[in-house]
């Protein structure tokens, strides 16, 4: 490692001549390796290696095998593609997608607004719903499934339902109307809105002030006149990361689901059947690896599609 | 939410600053402002009390018919009861975390920060391409990819060890990827004076550049942090055995199992939410600046 420095520090002393500037180079070279290389190794081995076996193993039946010898083409995928569990998960994932994402979005940026909006005590607020984001789900679903929403008499929800003389819920397992996606929403949206919240104020924290002065100028009503023709168009580019961000989130939910109802048909997200399929009593390998390859080129689909609508990562 | 009916200009003073109009709708507002503030704020912390509460009552008082607000009397006693439970490995799992969420983000930053130095400073003509393999991780979501990790992991013989728990993270593209984008808009000057001293690539890394990024690599290393210690669907799949639970694992195998007290399970709850805790309260500047950060451009 010190003959690096070596050629390095001789590199950075001699750049003017000509000579010294293509051993520089040969020296940078190996300065470049030195800092990129072991970050690169390790990319290829945990990163890129993984991906392509996995491919691999989707084309193979690969029963409680790693190194399987069984071709079977598209089989798996076909396998998953009718699969009515797989089909079903996405379903479960599409629900929950359309609570969630605009739940999300509208809250954060609702609490964004409102803290901004005082002046008062307001890193006490900002922290208060940041604070959250410190549990991680499996905490958030042990106070929800056993405090919250544990469908007895002594839980909160039903305890506070009690004082209007209503009766226990049991929200976790009553299907028919779905009750539990009330704890499933709800926990999530606990954990990250100070999160969203947080982008949401950078956001409106960069937007030049003379835009208002200006927008007063012109005699935009403050409020939502304003909200409307200067904040939200502002933040045109904090919206799309936030709804991006969400989507893909909402695609990956496991921890909440598989702790508040587990494997279960009615609520299964595609990670959480993905998992039962290959790490769960069958271990199927390869149509674990099929079910993941087309998640990922889903989750791919999707975000390409979102940038191109809404030009995410031009310059705004 | 209508803040105000009257018109907005005046003719004379200085700008008002919007959503402050003054006028009696502007009260109304500002009371409504309050009021939702103050009520999400309760809601908020709702969870943090149940914590609490549940940890320091007794099963009969947490189960009790109307609902107590505080335990009849505090039961100080449930946190010895815990790490003393021998059917618990609680405090094996506390410390596999704290191991995993130390090394794992101290590798995470070392590797990511040199790779994204070189990346950024160092000129050669494989960057861009090694840049555009950086930038393909980010398009494949990691939780997509448990499956592969763990056929990979476990052919190592790496199942139910700290370092099929570590290793495979350390290699973060978005990681690089930001400290790349940090260290291309890092000011030259500095590095060209060390340059003119005499240093290296290497020694100027270290001496000048990583010290002057103290609070980037600050609001990094709280984020990564964050992420390590809630992570749980790895844990879970490389956890095959007890000894190499971490936290959450622990965790999730009570409450699936309902196996443990209740009161014993909020104990546990809240130690496991106490180091992050406290790196909100002492890195707080730093971690909302790294939420900023690395959300806007993920």
Not at chain 1, 93 to 100: C, K, N, P, Q, S
Not at chain 2, 7 to 18: E, H, K, L, M, Q
Request: hydrophobic share 55%; proline share 5%.
């Amino acid at each position: 490692m010190s003959a690096v420095t070596e050629s390095s520090t001789a590199d950075g002393t001699k750049t003017s001549t000509g000579k010294g500037r293509r051993r520089g180079i040969r020296g940078s070279s190996l300065a470049f390796w030195l800092f990129v290389g072991p970050f690169l190794v390790g990319l290829l081995v945990f990163g890129y290696v993984p991906i392509v076996w996995s491919l691999f193993l989707s084309f193979f039946d690969a029963r409680n095998t790693v190194t399987p010898t069984d071709f079977v083409g598209l089989r798996n995928y076909a396998d998953m593609l009718t699969d009515p569990n797989f089909l079903s998960s996405m379903v479960t994932f599409t629900v929950f997608a359309v609570f969630i994402v605009p739940l999300t979005f509208a809250l954060s940026l609702g609490l964004a607004l409102l803290v901004n909006g005082v002046r008062v005590a307001r890193a006490f607020f900002r922290s208060v719903f940041f604070l959250p984001t410190a549990c991680s789900y499996v905490v958030a679903s042990l106070i929800w499934k056993l405090s919250i929403f544990n469908g007895v008499r002594f839980g909160l929800a039903n305890t506070v339902l009690s004082w209007f003389g209503i009766e226990n819920i049991a929200w976790l397992s009553t299907v028919n109307p779905p009750w539990y996606w009330i704890p499933l929403v709800t926990v999530r949206l606990w954990l990250q809105l100070g999160f969203y919240m947080i982008l949401f104020i950078a956001g409106l924290q960069r937007i030049p002030t003379e835009l208002y002065e200006a927008a007063y100028v012109d005699g935009a009503k403050p409020g939502w006149q304003v909200f409307r023709f200067i904040t939200f168009p502002q933040l045109r580019a904090t919206s799309i990361a936030v709804l991006l961000l969400n989507l893909i989130a909402a695609y990956q939910a496991f921890d909440e689901f598989y702790n508040l109802v587990g494997n279960v048909n009615y609520a299964r997200p595609p990670l959480v059947y993905l998992y039962s399929v290959s790490l769960g009593s069958i271990q199927d390998l390869g149509r674990g690896s099929a079910g993941a390859l087309i998640l990922a080129v889903i989750i791919m689909i999707l975000t390409l599609v979102q940038s191109r609508i809404f030009g995410f990562g031009k310059a705004d | 939410m209508a803040t105000t009916t009257q018109p907005a200009v005046r003719t004379t003073g200085t700008p008002v600053p919007i959503g402050h109009s003054r006028g009696p709708m502007a009260t109304v507002a500002k009371i409504a402002r309050w009021a939702a503030l103050l009520v999400t704020t309760l809601v908020f912390l709702v969870p943090f009390y149940l914590i609490v509460r549940n940890a320091l009552s007794t099963d009969a008082d947490i189960t009790a018919p109307g609902w107590k607000v505080f335990p009849s009397a505090l039961q100080w006693g449930n946190i010895a009861e815990l790490f003393n439970d021998s059917e618990v490995p609680m405090a094996r799992a506390l410390w596999n975390s704290a191991v995993v969420g130390v090394l794992g983000t101290g590798g995470q930053l070392l590797l990511a920060a040199m790779a994204g130095y070189g990346l950024a400073r160092i000129p050669h003509r494989a960057a861009d391409k090694i840049f555009y393999l950086i930038v393909a991780t980010l398009m494949i979501p990691a939780a997509v990819t448990f499956i592969p990790s763990f056929v990979l992991v476990s052919s190592l013989g790496w199942v139910s060890s700290l370092r099929g728990l570590i290793i495979p993270g350390l290699f973060s593209g978005f990681a690089a990827f930001l400290f790349r984008q940090y260290f291309i808009n890092f000011p030259k000057e500095l590095e060209e004076a060390a340059r003119v001293d005499g240093l290296g690539y290497w020694r100027t890394f270290w001496l000048i550049v990583v010290p002057n990024s103290l609070p980037f690599c600050a609001a990094i290393a709280a984020i990564t942090f964050i992420a390590n210690w809630n992570a749980f669907l790895w844990p879970l799949v490389i956890g095959q055995d007890s000894s190499s639970w971490t936290v959450q694992v622990a965790l999730s195998t009570f409450v699936t199992a309902q196996t443990i007290n209740i009161h014993e399970l909020f104990v546990a709850a809240g130690v496991s939410i106490l180091p992050l805790v406290l790196i909100f309260v002492f890195l707080q500047r730093y971690l909302v600046q790294g939420v900023a950060e690395t959300g806007i451009k993920g």
